[in-house]
């Protein structure tokens, strides 16, 4: 194994080392290679967080993409005909995107650029800035050799953002908002040319050219953000938040809530599986303080579809019920906090402890995220088979979640038949003992 390879496997959650393994291996049957590029490579090598996995393949990437939903039961979140990609959530909540290894050639800003298939090494030159512009192959032949046409590895060590040519912003407009959020979230400086063209496509108004899906799709990389409120908050003294809804700014930007919510998300232990609608609770919280008629046209003018307009405009009801219930005295198990939130979608339980003033929910809310889900992914399919169930069998989940609540609540698990068996048989004729008092012992004779 590579340096390399050994470095991406510690850098990677359980649940981002299945899905890259599911792909890799989709690939291998396809036969082209497959790279890992981009955020993924970029986050590795300069240590931090991998938030999303983006993979280069040499061959047909939408074919590709859909043999990984079909064997994984991921979701295909969107998909782009022109430069043949397609981004994918697994049922973990991980994401990944998988695209063709290209070349794109734009006639004039904001356009959809003219896309033809490419090796990976022009691919990686076509990308927006330096930093994003290293592969890692994941092909037999060749897999942990790195790919670094630009230097990309020199601007991480100097942590300094560079574009790739001296027309990165004006080609694709929407990269305005990826030097900053870039800029912000790894704490990195602007190479003096980049800042430079930057200065110029504002000066020309090239934000204005940003097509409304390529808007919702940085949005959707906002939502994910670590550093969420810095991001949101340097967008708009940039005042390129304008571009979502003219309102969107001062006092009505929700600043507060996403520092919230930033916060909460910190709570979550590395590697623990929270499947989360990050763009549904983003727009919920940052749209929160706009008028209804002003968060209509903020969908409008994203040109949101149906599906993700309702799942954002409904969170905020579906949250109700779910404070309520965890107001509920009878919770004081551990197991029962559990039972009540497991299952319940990630964004739902968030915006509760995000908007909740009352501090047993929050509580309740902080034990689930540090305490009892991590104890609960514990427990394995190993133990369960060890105890006599195999995986497909009618009882193999209520065992599993029964073992969750034994441990939860510090008991020692055993099946109910073995718990009925040492409870001690009634006698036929003994006297009853009442309830509540002690069984009279005999005593010696003086």
């Known amino acids: 194994m590579s340096d390399y390879m050994f470095m991406l496997e510690s850098h990677l959650s359980p649940g981002q080392s299945r899905a890259l393994g599911a792909i890799d291996q989709a690939a291998r049957q396809t036969g082209p290679p497959l790279f890992l590029v981009g955020g993924a490579m970029r986050d590795?090598?300069?240590?931090?967080?991998?938030?999303?996995?983006d993979f280069a393949f040499q061959g047909n990437a939408l074919a590709l993409a859909r043999r990984v939903a079909e064997?994984?039961?991921a979701r295909i979140l969107a998909q782009d005909e022109v430069r043949k990609s397609a981004e994918l959530v697994f049922p973990d909540g991980v994401t990944a995107e998988i695209g063709m290894a290209r070349t794109e050639r734009y006639s004039k800003p904001g356009v959809r650029p003219?896309?033809?298939?490419?090796?990976i090494h022009q691919d990686l030159l076509r990308r927006d800035f330096t930093v994003n512009s290293i592969a890692l192959s994941l092909h037999p032949a060749s897999r942990g050799l790195l790919l670094d046409p630009a230097n990309g590895l020199g601007d991480l060590n100097q942590k300094e953002l560079r574009a790739n040519s001296s027309t990165t912003l004006f080609d694709d407009p929407a990269r305005l908002l990826r030097l900053i959020r870039f800029r912000i979230r790894l704490g990195f400086s602007v190479e003096a040319r980049t800042q430079q063209q930057y200065e110029a496509a504002r000066q020309a108004g090239i934000e204005a050219l940003i097509p409304?899906?390529?808007?919702?799709?940085?949005?959707?990389?906002?939502?994910r953000e670590p550093a969420l409120a810095e991001v949101v908050a340097g967008l708009d003294k940039e005042r390129l938040l304008r571009l979502v809804s003219p309102s969107l700014s001062g006092p009505r930007l929700n600043v507060v809530a996403l520092a919230k919510l930033q916060k909460a998300r910190q709570l979550i232990p590395f590697g623990v599986s929270l499947t989360v609608d990050a763009l549904a609770l983003f727009l919920a919280l940052i749209s929160e303080k706009l008028p209804p008629k002003e968060r209509s046209a903020?969908?409008?003018?994203?040109?949101?579809g149906k599906q993700e307009t309702e799942a954002w405009k409904k969170l905020g009801a579906a949250v109700r019920p779910l404070e309520k219930k965890l107001r509920?005295?009878?919770?004081?198990?551990?197991?029962?906090v559990y039972e009540t939130l497991s299952g319940v979608p990630g964004e739902q339980i968030l915006l509760v402890y995000v908007a909740t003033k009352d501090r047993l929910v929050h509580d309740r809310i902080r034990n689930y995220l540090t305490k009892y889900l991590p104890a609960a992914q514990e427990i394995t399919d190993k133990e369960v088979i060890a105890a006599g169930y195999e995986p497909g069998a009618a009882r193999f989940?209520?065992?599993?979640?029964?073992?969750?609540?034994a441990r939860l609540d510090g008991r020692t698990w055993r099946p109910a038949a073995a718990a009925s068996k040492s409870?001690?048989?009634?006698?036929?004729?003994?006297?009853?003992?009442?309830?509540?008092?002690?069984?009279l012992s005999a005593r010696p004779v003086a």
């Open 44 to 53: 590795m090598l300069g240590g931090f967080p991998i938030t999303d996995l």
């Open 71 to 73: 064997e994984t039961g």
């Open 114 to 119: 003219q896309v033809e298939p490419a090796p």
């Open 212 to 223: 409304p899906r390529s808007l919702l799709a940085e949005l959707r990389q906002i939502a």
């Open 298 to 304: 903020f969908a409008r003018r994203l040109e949101m």
């Open 328 to 336: 509920a005295a009878k919770l004081q198990r551990p197991s029962l």
């Open 397 to 405: 989940e209520k065992i599993r979640q029964e073992m969750i609540a």
């Open 423 to 439: 409870r001690p048989a009634k006698r036929r004729g003994a006297s009853p003992v009442r309830r509540g008092l002690p069984a």
